[in-house]
Every structure is written in C-alpha cells, then in structure tokens.
Nanobody, 120 residues
Framework: QAQLVESGGGLVQAGGSLTPSCSAS????????MAWYREAPGKQRELVAT???????NSSESVKGRFTISRDNAKKSVYLQMNALKPDDSAVYYC??????????????WGQGTQVTVSS
C-alpha cells in the first residue's frame, strides 16, 4: 500500500507565494502522472496541474503563468510553486497519483489535503 502526504500550505497575503509539496511512501514500484487538485468551500474539486513521469506539465487556465508543477522522481515527490496568489486561490489542495505497489498493483491515491488561504 502507498500513502501521499502533503505539506506547505498556509496563510499568505494576496500577491504572495507558497510551495506545497507532496511525498509518496510505501512499497512503491512506480508512480505515474502526478497532479494537484483543489477544492474551495461550496465548489467542486478541480484539477489545477498535472505532470507526467517524464516531466511534461499541464495546468488549468486559471493558474497558467502563476503556478508551476514539478516533481522529483527519486524523492517520490511533487511540488506546486504558487506565485501571485489571489483570494480566489484559497482552497484545500490535494495531490493525486496512480501508484503501482508490489502488494496491491495499480491504485489511485489521494493525499489528506493542505489548506491554502489567501487574504486580500
């Protein structure tokens, strides 16, 4: 079995920056595409950015040019550098990854979430 654990959220003023991170642990054979999602109160969870194992990235239009996703395969980690933050970016941020473990094969995993709050 595997586990994803996020850290690095927090409270920041509009225009500021944060870089949450997410690390995988467990008996892992392979991690495929990794992604960040966010969920604001009263809204559906939305995809923020994705990154393939080879490092090809994609991001939603609402964060393009401000957020950058990256990963370190050796550390089994994914990062989301968030710049020029706006109050509308306030949400719980979740990382997600399909992970192949030796025991369970391929399964989808979610982290527990990290709160990002942007004050105006």
């Amino acid at each position: 079995q595997a586990q994803l654990v996020e850290s690095g959220g927090g409270l920041v003023q509009a225009g500021g920056s944060l870089t949450p991170s997410c690390s995988a642990s467990g008996s892992i054979f392979r991690i495929d595409d990794m992604a960040w999602y966010r969920e604001a109160p009263g809204k559906q969870r939305e995809l923020v950015a994705t990154i393939t194992r080879a490092g090809v990235t994609n991001s939603s239009e609402s964060v393009k040019g401000r957020f950058t996703i990256s990963r370190d395969n050796a550390k089994k980690s994914v990062y989301l550098q968030m710049n020029a933050l706006k109050p509308d970016d306030s949400a719980v941020y979740y990382c997600h990854a399909p992970i192949v473990t030796y025991r369970d094969g391929l399964r989808n995993y979610w982290g527990q979430g990290t709160q990002v709050t942007v004050s105006s």
